[in-house]
């Protein structure tokens, strides 16, 4: 009786922990969402921005491409995770698409009338939608090749999600966890809302080119699909699989088999 009593209570105690998980994974994504919203927002301040000349609109136009790429990852990802480990996320895609909603019906009271503005934003919305509904065949989004990715580069990138992956994001997931019931009842909010709101946002076929009409350049590149990656990593692996014996090794000159292990 006691063993069946202390089953029962972890198999509790665990379901209790991944809902928790939930919340933290939600919540990450919903920040994610608010901060693609902030780039498309700042991209749009910059088109009416006299001050603002076509370089730096691209930067803007940039930044919000490179976030849609990121946020298709992110989001696939939650997907593919939850599949295996039998977790649904459909109320966290809801509650995103909720406040990408808000963020919509806020701007067109604004610049409704503003056709200009209305054709850059669309598509960006369009193509946040269209990952959370997890559309088939969405596209690459290209990026400008014109960038010198030096060594001084590469190591501030390095050093800018090294500090992300150790402090920023464990941070907030502690946050989190700390206010869980706060942040679940929020999600739980924005979820009704778009579920009452009988929302059924239509997702438009995506054509790269809407989304870079600012990039001020023709020299813009794709960067390969995950099929493409891949068989480039399997070609080199069979390529050294079957190259020729290496002499060295061959006369004991190379590794020691212990270090090759």
């Known amino acids: 009786m006691q063993s069946t009593h202390n089953r029962q209570y972890q198999q509790a105690q665990l379901q209790q922990q991944r809902q928790d998980q939930l919340t933290v994974r939600t919540q990450l994504l919903l920040d994610d969402t608010q901060k693609q919203l902030k780039l498309t927002k700042n991209y749009m301040d910059s088109l009416i921005n006299s001050k603002c000349n076509k370089d730096e609109i691209s930067i803007y136009n940039q930044k919000v491409v490179v976030g849609l790429t990121c946020f298709k990852m992110k989001v696939n990802g939650m997907r593919k995770n939850g599949k295996s480990e039998g977790i649904d ?4 895609f809801k509650s995103s698409a909720m406040i990408i909603k808000k963020f919509e019906q806020e701007f067109v009271s604004q610049f409704g009338n503003n056709q200009f503005l ?10 946040m939608r269209a990952v959370l509904n997890g559309h088939k065949d969405i596209p690459a989004l290209p990026y400008v090749d014109d960038y010198e990715f030096d060594e001084k580069t590469a190591s501030n990138v390095i050093s800018g999600v090294a500090h992300a992956q150790n402090h920023v994001i464990p941070d907030r997931m502690n946050d989190i ?8 009842s929020h999600q739980h909010k924005l979820k009704k809302e778009y579920e009452s709101g009988g929302y059924n946002d239509k997702v438009e076929n995506i054509d790269f080119k809407n989304l870079i009409q600012d990039y001020n350049t023709g ?5 390969k699909s995950k099929q493409e990656q891949d068989a480039i990593i399997e070609q080199q692996q069979n390529a050294y699989k079957y190259a020729a014996p290496d002499d060295e090794l061959l006369n004991g000159n190379g590794m020691s088999e212990d270090e090759y292990q």
């Open 219 to 223: 020299n813009i590149a794709f960067a």
């Open 118 to 127: 209305m054709q850059r934003l669309n598509p960006c919305l369009n193509y």
């Open 177 to 184: 966890s700390n206010n869980n019931d706060q942040y679940k």
């Open 89 to 92: 996320f459909g109320d966290g």
